[in-house]
């Protein structure tokens, strides 16, 4: 060692670990903290130094680097890309991570190493962020990427009928336009943690034999920096300071207006992103499955590495309410009953049975023998909930607000709830901490420039990102004009957030409030009507280079897209196919966002 605060590392020093290897110490570092694992790579360093102590010490080597793209609305694939670049870094391997929509993809022919991890939305479509890349890869002038070489992780719900359909189309155009499969597609279920441990030490070895030989390397002796990020697999712990109802009593739907504490210098958001939500299940359903299993719930049981009750596991690791068709095919072992046959031959009937029912109407239809570890390894990972977030940082600093419609619904004989909507609407109490970690939405932004018109377009809760445009436009000097249209069943009970409606349009921040209350007349009148009456104003504020978002269910969402290009027609002359170029070129420039479920 010289004075100079330097250590020369010879080639032999950095042999770096294998694949296998590497997840081996991946596991088994996890969930140390900062000062923890500081100490262990000085301690680490101090053994390889012959015991006398030592700064750590990374392995650096001139590289190949990999670009690891991430495309999804909910979270998922950024979690599983983001855990693939740690692991790419700790093992000494350049990567650079972006998301899809920060990709430039006329720039994909100068890639040479790919990974990309993507998920399903929709009826098999590739989500909103990976849109671009996607009609680029498979539009007239495709590039030529005989140079890329690629792999790509493929994340979906296998009780849907296009299971990992995005990353199969994706896979398959790097693979026409001449890229190079380094690794097999991989479609992960939603329990992608188990697949995601098994693919990553192959990856890690894949990139590892692309890496040029290693060189002798000067590493200064300089502290390790570290930041905490909260994300999916660590959460940030939320304090509830607000918990008021919207809707009035007579209302059908019983919406809550939630605001969260958070120290914005741990974890910060965006208008227009949405907030992942970690929730227990209902203590009393929990109560209700041991009773008709007649498993006790203080049996230990193991997850992972971890032993906790088998309590403590339905209340919050395992998966409850959506039931996957997995789960039936693994109930029917453990029932003498052969009526499940029927649904188990055929799998779109497996799919429409299992969507019908959750795991307690089925063991209560199909009785049944189970052990409770057989119990919690049949159930699937208990998976968070996401919520469009109704505030703006520009006002809301320290706080983030949801807007949450608590489900109530009759079905196979039991009156059903909302398993998130009711913790978060009805058990979660004010200063009870709630773990929630923040899913950017980046194809759902307000334009950069702030004197863009901008109409938004919302049903029931799909109202509050527009909250949240709303206050940030309010913050910003100048800003552009802004008409809200809005949709519900009763304008007494369920106009939700009206009053801040009422003091933008005072302010002069909101132009125009258009509603459609769909229970108030004898003929129903939805968010799409009322677009489509107001075509000759939506022609205009597009012409002054407007951009439309749109937010709530997906079938409201093809509802305005076919109001859109029946304003085309009716107010603009254009044929059919014109009009379908327009609604195409208004997504093509970004002026037409969704954010639908």
Avoid at 283 to 302: F, K, M, S, W, Y
Avoid at 519 to 525: A, I, K, M, T, V
Avoid at 528 to 553: K, S, T
Wanted: charged residues 25%; proline residues 4%.
């Amino acid at each position: 060692m010289q004075a100079t605060g330097e250590q020369h590392v010879s080639n032999e020093q950095l042999q770096s670990l294998s694949g296998p290897e590497l997840g081996r110490l991946l596991q088994a570092i996890e969930g140390l903290s900062t000062e923890q694992l500081n100490w262990a790579s000085g301690y680490l360093a101090g053994i390889s130094a012959g015991g006398h102590p030592a700064r750590p010490v990374s392995t650096a080597r001139q590289s190949a680097q990999v670009t690891i793209l991430y495309a999804s609305q909910t979270g998922n694939a950024r979690s599983v890309a983001q855990r693939l670049a740690d692991a790419a870094a700790a093992s000494g391997i350049e990567s650079r991570l972006l998301s899809a929509h920060e990709f430039k993809a006329r720039r994909i022919a100068d890639e040479r190493l790919l990974i990309l991890v993507v998920s399903t939305q929709g009826e098999g479509e590739v989500p909103e962020n990976a849109e671009s890349l996607y009609n680029y890869l498979t539009g007239r002038k495709p590039p030529d990427l005989s140079k890329l070489e690629f792999a790509v992780f493929g994340l979906g719900d296998s009780s849907y009928t296009h299971f990992c359909k995005a990353g199969v189309d994706f896979d398959q155009a790097l693979e026409k336009l001449g890229g190079r499969r380094i690794l097999e597609r991989l479609d992960a279920d939603v329990d992608f943690d188990s697949d995601f441990s098994v693919w990553l030490p192959n990856a890690l070895q894949v990139l590892e034999n692309r890496q040029p030989a290693r060189q002798a390397v000067v590493l200064p002796l300089t502290p390790r920096q570290s930041v905490t990020q909260y994300n999916r697999d660590k959460p940030y712990p939320a304090s509830l300071i607000e918990n008021r109802r919207l809707t009035t009593d007579q209302a059908l739907t019983d919406v809550h207006h939630l605001v969260l504490e958070i120290d914005p210098a741990a974890i910060s958001y965006q208008a227009g992103d949405s907030l992942g939500v970690w929730f227990r299940n209902d203590p009393a359903q929990v109560d209700e499955i041991l009773g008709l299993l007649a498993l006790d719930g203080n049996t230990h049981v193991r997850l992972g590495d971890k032993s906790l009750s088998l309590s403590e596991a339905l209340l919050e690791k395992r998966e409850l309410s959506l039931l996957h068709p997995k789960v039936v095919s693994g109930w029917a072992r453990h029932t003498d009953s052969g009526s499940l046959d029927k649904q188990l031959a055929d799998k779109n009937e497996l799919r429409r049975f299992a969507a019908e029912r959750r795991f307690i109407d089925l063991i209560e239809a199909f009785p049944g023998r189970i052990e409770a570890q057989q119990l919690v390894d049949l159930l699937g990972p208990l998976q968070p909930r996401l919520y469009s977030i109704a505030s703006s940082p520009a006002e809301y600093a320290d706080e983030i607000h949801l807007t949450v419609s608590a489900l109530q619904y009759e079905a196979h004989g039991r009156r059903h709830r909302g398993a998130a909507s009711a913790y978060l609407s009805e058990r979660l109490k004010p200063d009870d901490n709630l773990d929630v970690y923040v899913v950017d939405n980046d194809s759902f932004r307000l334009p950069d420039d702030p004197s863009t018109p901008v109409i938004m377009i919302g049903a029931g809760t799909g109202i509050a990102p527009f909250r949240s445009f709303l206050q940030q436009r309010a913050s910003q000097e100048n800003p552009g004009r802004n008409w809200l249209i809005f949709g519900n069943r009763h304008f007494h009970d369920d106009f939700l957030y009206q009053t801040d409606w009422i003091e933008h349009r005072r302010s002069g921040v909101l132009e125009k409030v258009s509603v459609a209350f769909s229970r108030d007349s004898e003929q129903r009148n939805y968010v799409q009507d009322r677009l489509f009456d107001e075509g000759p104003a939506v022609l205009e504020w597009l012409a002054q280079g407007a951009h439309i978002y749109v937010c709530g269910a997906i079938d409201m969402e093809k509802g305005v897209a076919e109001s859109l290009q029946r304003i085309a027609i009716e107010y603009a002359g254009k044929t059919r196919l014109e009009a379908e170029e327009f609604y195409q070129n208004l997504r093509h420039q970004k002026r037409y966002l969704r954010d639908v479920y």
